[in-house]
Structure formats: structure tokens, C-alpha cells
């Protein structure tokens, strides 16, 4: 009997000595790494064979023989992709007695896996992770369906003590060529921007912690500049930036030329804040020398970027009480025949502006 083209798929394999999970319809490939944090590193439309997750030009190192990687070496683990990022974000800090490295620890290790379901119709998968450094579960629901182009996740976060736990929360998509490139547009429901590049560094376009309506901002020489207009590779510039304000939990970015882009819908509830990293080619230095083209777009629950102390200093951060649960959503969707996104449903479907 053949196989319906449109059926759900699932396979696993081995990347680099990692073990894969893959899960694919006939418009979606979705690769994860479940030994090294749940990455995600490949979201690929089949229709126009196009991955819209950036390769980082180091690439996936070779699995070491430890069961996890060292939780303050981000960095040196850093492939491009999509990380779910728990329970600090951004710069290594301390808080709370704890010392954390870049983006936390839940990057760093590996998750527990089961088939939830697995039909033509619908597959999906059962990811689990218990960090070592808070008394913090996580779990989440991986979903292909058939004739959709949308990655469905739903996720739970546990207290599993008898004390309250203050944490930040975010997904850390990153978005590369052949897709990401000068024709490209982002589009969100913000109605503020604060810029969070680092101060004095010459390749970027933004400076200070002033806010600002969204798109259109003050450069850092007093310039109108629109943010929603993605700069060429040949920009040669660094910058990050959060969007506040969210009136919908949705973002959108568009090749207006292929008029094709991938999006994002979340839980407003719990991912308030969208954080925007472009690494435009202006980081000269190592580890990337300039060859890095990317944009990450970021659901989180905090800002900024300076990680959980400073985040629990402007109360940003969130708190899990003791024995509590979260439950929240997100969504991720190709799309094709639209140049400028009005918005993103709870659903995944797309609306064109």
C-alpha cells in the first residue's frame, strides 16, 4: 500500500554523533537535537526547499562524551538554530546565590523523549528536562498535523519545592541565509522599542536604553531609522533591541521579494517581550570574524539583556510559586504569497497586511 504523500512523518537519526528527532508532513521538516537542550536546527519548508534557521559558520561540535556540556559555555556549543532558554537569559550573572552562564543552563541539557502520538493525520512528540541548578521542571508537546505548514508547542513549567522560584523564560530562533537577506521585513505588534546594544561599539546602529515608538527610532546619531527594514549582509553592523508593548503575541519576518517568511505566535500571557538580536556582519572579532548574517526573534518573558539579577531588579522576571505549574503555547509557520503581515492567530494562520 503506498504511503499518503500528505501523511505526518517521524524518523530519528545521528547529526555530528547526536542523536535526531525529525518530524515532517508534505510542507514541513523539523530537525531537534533532544541530547543538547531540545535545539532546534532545522525548520524547512519543502516546497521551496528553503531552512529558514541559520547555520552558525562554526557549526555542531562533535557530542563530547559527557552526559550534559558545561551550562556557561553557550558559546563554544553554539551551532545557530532555535534554543529554549531557562531560567536566566542573556549575559552570565549572579542571582539568588546562583552564578549563571550565558542564557542559563536548560540549553545545555539533554531532554527525555516519548512518541505521544503518531498517525497520518498527526504526530507528535513528548519532550521532558529537570534543571540542576533551581528545583524547575519543564515539558513540551512537539505537533506536525497534515496540510499544515505549523510547528505547534505546548508547554509546561513546575516548581517541584516548597519555595518560591523567580526565573526568566524565552525561545531563541535565529534566522540565516539563503532566507534572511536585504529584501526581508519584520513585522510585530509592538508600540516601544529600547535599544540594548552594547554601548560604544562602532557597528552599532542603536545606543542607549531610551524608548521609542516602533518601527521608526532615533539612531545613535539622532537619526530616523526604520527597524522593521532588514539590512543587507553588507551592513557589517550589531545590534539588539527589545520590542515592548505587545498588543498580540506574534511576530513576522518576510522576504518581500519571495514573499515567504516564517512567523511566530505565542502566549502573551507569559512571553511579553520580544527580544531582536542582529548580527549583521559586524562582529569582526572571534568567533565569527564577520561571517556571521542573522537575526534571531525572540519570544521571552523578561528583559533585558544583562539576565535574571537585573531583570528581577526592573521586575521583569516572573515567579513560579512553591508546588506551581505554567502552562503556555507558541506557534511557528512558513508561509508563502504574503508581503507584509497583518497578523499571526492563536492557530498559526497568517493574515496579510
Avoid at 15 to 23: A, E, H, I, R
Wanted: hydrophobic fraction near 40%; charge should be negative.
Amino acid at each position: 500500500m503506498l504511503l499518503d504523500p500528505t501523511s505526518c512523518l517521524f524518523s530519528q537519526g545521528q547529526l555530528n554523533g547526536w542523536k535526531t528527532l525529525t518530524l515532517e508532513n508534505h510542507l514541513l521538516r523539523v530537525t531537534l537535537l533532544p541530547e543538547k537542550g531540545s535545539d532546534i536546527v532545522e525548520f524547512l519548508y519543502k516546497p521551496l526547499q528553503l531552512d529558514y534557521l541559520w547555520k552558525s559558520p562554526i557549526g555542531l561540535v562533535e557530542k563530547p562524551a559527557a552526559d550534559r556540556l558545561p551550562h556557561d559555555q553557550f558559546m563554544d556549543y553554539y551551532e545557530g538554530g532555535w534554543q529554549e532558554i531557562l531560567p536566566s537569559g542573556g549575559f552570565a550573572n549572579s542571582y539568588s546565590g546562583v552564578d549563571y552562564g550565558l542564557h542559563g543552563e536548560l540549553w545545555s541539557l539533554p531532554w527525555n523523549l516519548h512518541i505521544d502520538q503518531y498517525s497520518p493525520g498527526q504526530v507528535s512528540v513528548v519532550l521532558d528536562c529537570r534543571l540542576t541548578m533551581l528545583p524547575l521542571s519543564v515539558q513540551k508537546r512537539l505537533t506536525l498535523r497534515r496540510n499544515e505548514a505549523v510547528l505547534h508547542i505546548d508547554e509546561t513549567l513546575t516548581n517541584e519545592s516548597d519555595q518560591p522560584v523567580d526565573f526568566m523564560w524565552g525561545h531563541h530562533p535565529a534566522l540565516g541565509a539563503p532566507f534572511l537577506n536585504g529584501d526581508c521585513v519584520l513585522d510585530a505588534p509592538a508600540t516601544e522599542c529600547e535599544p540594548g546594544s552594547v554601548e560604544g561599539d562602532p557597528a552599532a546602529r542603536l545606543q542607549g536604553r531610551t524608548r521609542s515608538n516602533w518601527p521608526v527610532v532615533p539612531d545613535r546619531h539622532g537619526n530616523d531609522l526604520d527597524l522593521s527594514v532588514i539590512p543587507p549582509p553588507a551592513a557589517g553592523t550589531s545590534d539588539e533591541f527589545w520590542l515592548t508593548g505587545l498588543r498580540e503575541g506574534w511576530c513576522a519576518v518576510t522576504d518581500t521579494k519571495l514573499d515567504a517568511g516564517f512567523g511566530l505566535a505565542w502566549d502573551l500571557n507569559v512571553f511579553q517581550t520580544l527580544w531582536v538580536w542582529q548580527e549583521l556582519g559586524g562582529l569582526k572579532e572571534t568567533p565569527w570574524s564577520g561571517n556571521a548574517y542573522v537575526m534571531a526573534v525572540e519570544p521571552w518573558s523578561s528583559y533585558p539583556l544583562e539576565g535574571l539579577a537585573v531583570a528581577a531588579e526592573r521586575g521583569t522576571h516572573l515567579t513560579l510559586p512553591p508546588r506551581g505549574n505554567l502552562r503556555t503555547w507558541l506557534k511557528a509557520v512558513a508561509y508563502v504569497g504574503i508581503g507584509r503581515v497583518a497578523r499571526i492567530n492563536a492557530d498559526g494562520t497568517v493574515a496579510a497586511a
